[in-house]
């Protein structure tokens, strides 16, 4: 499965609520933390309305089987 990598690059002060938790939910806390994620719909959704705040990338991971 393909994997997305997500970057915080712009604060969410000032924006609403829901975009706050929704970088929060996302598993990130501070402005440049990177984190992965399974390339989903439900993740590309999320990604969708925070997009002017991060950064994201594609990769095909290979899985090691677990």
């Known amino acids: 499965m393909s994997k ?3 970057t915080w690059k712009k604060s969410a002060i000032g924006r ?3 975009q706050a938790r929704t970088i929060r939910a996302l598993g990130l806390h501070r402005l440049g933390e990177t984190v992965q994620h399974d390339d989903t719909p439900q993740v590309r959704g999320m ?4 997009i002017h705040l991060v950064e994201w990338t594609q990769s095909e991971q ?3 089987g677990v």
């Open 4 to 6: 997305i990598k997500v």
């Open 47 to 50: 990604i969708q309305s925070v």
């Open 16 to 18: 609403p609520d829901i």
């Open 62 to 64: 290979e899985g090691d």
